[in-house]
């Protein structure tokens, strides 16, 4: 069974930094790109970060460029995000999401990121 | 970047009733088009990739249809459980981008 299990969220401070981690398991994790997506509260869906199978291409929202970062290891089955100088419309639920370019079959719960001072 | 809109931003509907749901890109797409369904603090789910493709288990009563610009998510007899908000979802291009949602209602 597909399993996607993000962890890492939590109340941080505007100019903080945060990583979050996502899980993966029951499928060749390496064989697939992976993605990020963000959804802030009572909001539509924001496509955050893409990373490619062998970490080869890596795309950014025009809103998280510069400040997030995206990166995976294969060995440990792992999807990350480094959220940097972070801000209050930061502030949102993060999906992990399996191969959103053939439509996203496969989703991680979720975990709440809060910007507030 | 791809920008999508999808009509209406939301409707009641009775169940049994036929639904559509609209969503157009800002330029041309192919069939790169996917459709999820979202319920109330829970993940989005695939209902259609391509298109027109439906993903594995989701019930025949979800069709999608289109290409180019413009696109079209039908459920022909809504059910109670299809109470929720519809998002489309370009994949043509590598920047990824959604629909603002379409939220269906009891009527």
């Known amino acids: 069974e597909v399993q996607l299990v993000e962890s890492g969220g939590g109340l941080v401070k505007p100019g903080g930094s945060l990583r979050l981690s996502c899980a993966a398991s029951g499928f060749t994790f390496s064989s697939y790109s992976m993605n990020w997506v963000r959804q802030a509260p009572g909001k539509g869906l924001e496509w955050v970060s893409s990373i490619s199978s062998s970490s080869s291409y890596i795309y950014y929202a025009d809103s998280v460029k510069g400040r997030f970062t995206i990166s995976r290891d294969n060995a440990k089955n792992s999807l990350y995000l480094q959220m940097n100088s972070l801000r209050a419309e930061d502030t949102a639920v993060y999906y992990c999401?399996?191969?959103?370019?053939?439509?996203?079959?496969?989703w991680g719960q979720g975990t709440l990121v809060t910007v507030s001072s | 970047d791809i920008q999508m809109t999808q009509s209406p931003s939301s409707l009641s509907a009775s169940v049994g009733d036929r639904v559509t749901i609209t969503c157009r890109a800002s330029q041309s797409i192919s069939s790169y088009l996917n459709w999820y369904q979202q319920k109330p603090g829970k993940a989005p789910k695939l209902l259609i990739y391509a298109a027109s493709s439906l993903q594995s288990g989701v019930p025949s009563r979800f069709s999608g249809s289109g290409s180019g610009t413009d696109f079209t998510l039908t459920i022909s007899s809504l059910q109670p459980e299809d109470f929720a908000t519809y998002y489309c979802q370009q994949s043509y291009s590598t920047r990824f981008t959604f629909g603002p949602g379409t939220k269906v209602d009891i009527k």
């Open positions: 999401a399996r191969d959103i370019s053939a439509g996203a079959g496969y």
